[in-house]
């Protein structure tokens, strides 16, 4: 069986276990955070059930764990392997020799077209503005990550990590971060903005256009509803919380 929970914990998804023993976690497909379109794995997945969002359907496990932690194709394979166990027992296999990046290269980038700025305009900002302060980067309309606004993470004046929201209306997956593998530093660890935040009061919000919204000026991002202790740990050393 595939150990979900395992995969879950080890790339910084948040789950829950129901009083039925059913894993469910928020829809990658949808977005919603709603309980009802939790996605459910179930042992019996692999002889013919799904995982299911009650409010966008069906997923195989391979398309799902792909939009979870962003990764391609040829990475799923490894992630496969890794936490599936065929003698009916969920364990997962111990990766010893995986060391972290310790540089990230953005790629597939392009210039700021009429199509960004379109978009940025929509949500209310200044396209101009918000891309020179928050160093905002843009996908081309091809190949990887395909037309993402790029929300590079820095921590202690260093690229680590990034996130992304799709432009695009059919888009399947709405936001992706950068894969745990390619991640210098693990985004849930972190928090978006946090150099910035050099005032002894801060704002937390959930995400990067939360925080654009609110100027950027010592306030951080959490990448979602959950926290994690270590992101909890950053705030020690500011004395007043918003």
Known sequence: MFDFEA??????????????DILTF?????????GKS????????????????????????KETIIALSNCSEFEYKDIFKRYYSNNGHQVRVPDDDFKRPTKLVLNNLKEMDELYADYLKQ??????????KFDLKFTNHVGELASRII??????????SFTSRAILSNA??????????????PHKSILYNIDN????SIAVVEGPFDLIKAGG??????????????????????????
């Open 26 to 34: 928020n829809c990658p497909f949808c977005h919603s955070s709603s």
């Open 123 to 132: 949500r209310g900002f200044n396209p101009f503005a918000v891309t020179k």
């Open 38 to 61: 939790a996605h459910q794995y179930t042992d019996g997945f692999l002889f013919g059930k799904a995982i299911t969002c009650f409010r966008c359907g069906k997923h195989s496990l």
């Open 7 to 20: 995969f879950c914990k080890d790339y910084s998804i948040p789950y829950r276990i129901r009083k039925d």
């Open 172 to 185: 399947k997956v709405r936001y992706l971060s950068c894969s745990d593998r390619k991640e210098v530093v």
């Open 197 to 200: 935040c050099n005032g002894k």
């Open 217 to 242: 000026e010592d306030f951080a991002a959490t990448f979602g509803t959950s926290w994690k202790p270590a992101q909890a740990d950053l705030l020690k050393n500011h004395s007043r919380f918003l």
């Open 151 to 160: 929300f590079p993470i820095f921590y202690q004046n260093k690229l680590v």
